[in-house]
DNA sequence: GCTAGACTATGACGATCGTTATAGCCAGAG
DNA sequence: CTCTGGCTATAACGATCGTCATAGTCTAGC
């Protein structure tokens, strides 16, 4: 078998994203990810020789580019589409999860690094994180946005979707997003229009 | 002795929620809570019999109701003011942790419950969530905020600050704080004027 | 067919987890 | 003084953790 339907090591490596999303990088064991992926967990370290940090990293970039293909496609259309699809993806993964799922990539990042040093997941989370507050921001200037509104509002768009699907978690309820969804739209148009 | 400066069970339940806030709930364990509140390991047990649950059920009360006391204080004067004494005291508790601490809340919401069960401390997560929206809300009607707006700003503070708290500990930098609280004011001033 | 190298199978290592049990201490009430 | 009850001390339980080592299987290319 050269390749099967999907290659081993991306199915580990799509299946820690989904299990960190849920359950936080500490609480989710390498030997649950193997299974999960139906890969022995002998095949963790060899396809991820540096271990869990490595896995985990690989994971939120995984999901990190996922989320921004997503992004910069419904952008093409403007920012306010941007952020419907923006908040329509996390809607339905919250929601289909039965609130059990959110994001991988603030699950990484509120996890606590050793005293100075960097870990290369947290790097990662970082990473993402500038990645989609530029993909909105570019948006919101191309539209009319002055530079520094649009770096605000993208960075405030990132964090409230990200609070709000901890808040929808937390309540089992998709309100919040409802809520937060009014009013960033609101706050696009607003600033688009100056 | 009676009673010592600070009652033994309640240094626990701080230190609880303050180690809770760095590493997450699952990667806190019982054995460094009690170490780090100068408390036998047997203490915890004695006072927090249900285990490892009560106490973080305890913990995240403790800084819910904490951070709520703060809130109503500084709201007196204000939606603006207890907006920025809500930005200031997480950036804060970012700032000196050196980007180590977040919120305990947060953390525990973010931890995936048992399959059709809702562990008290993911209940006392969304009763927090909620006292604090409440409390933003009931400020933003009495001056002036209609309704439902005032609902929709107090949800979106409450989840913006929560992410923003976490983009800040990822990358290392309290600059998203300066960039949601710049927005969030704006937000405030507008919905109190109409 | 054979060999090299990618992948798997299996088991073990020390450490730490949540929790419990049991015995001991020690202040304050009687 | 004795005794009771809140708190501590200590050790242990089985389970699971991240990681590693070793031997085995299988396939692709010669």
Redesign the interface.
């Known amino acids: 078998m050269a390749k099967s339907s999907t290659p081993s090591r991306e199915r580990i490596v799509a299946g820690a994203a989904d299990m960190i999303s849920?359950?936080?990088l500490?609480?989710t064991s390498i030997r649950e990810m193997a299974k999960h992926a139906k890969a022995p967990l002998g095949s963790t370290y060899h396809y991820f020789p540096e271990g869990k940090q490595q896995l985990a990293t690989e994971a939120v970039r995984y999901s990190g580019e996922w989320v921004a293909r997503s992004l910069r496609k419904e952008l093409e259309a403007g920012p306010a589409a941007g952020l419907a699809a923006f908040l329509a993806l996390w809607r339905r993964i919250v929601f289909e999860s039965d609130f059990?799922a959110?994001c991988p990539v603030?699950?990484v990042?509120?996890?606590?690094?050793p005293a100075d040093e960097?870990p290369p997941a947290?790097a990662a989370?970082?990473d993402v994180?500038?990645q989609w507050e530029n993909l909105l921001a570019d948006s919101l200037r191309a539209h009319g946005a002055r530079a520094e509104q649009a770096?605000?509002?993208a960075?405030?768009i990132?964090?409230?979707?990200?609070?709000?699907v901890?808040?929808c978690?937390?309540?089992?309820s998709t309100e919040?997003l409802d809520?937060?969804a009014?009013?960033?739209q609101y706050?696009i148009a607003?600033t688009i229009k100056n």
Not at 158 to 164: D, K, L, P, Q
Not at 169 to 172: E, F, I, L, N
């Open positions: 849920r359950r936080g500490s609480a059990h959110g603030l699950a990042a509120i996890e606590e690094p960097v947290l989370a970082a994180f500038e770096a605000q509002v960075t405030l990132v964090a409230a979707v990200e609070g709000t901890a808040l978690r937390a309540k089992r919040p809520r937060t009014a009013q960033l706050l607003a």
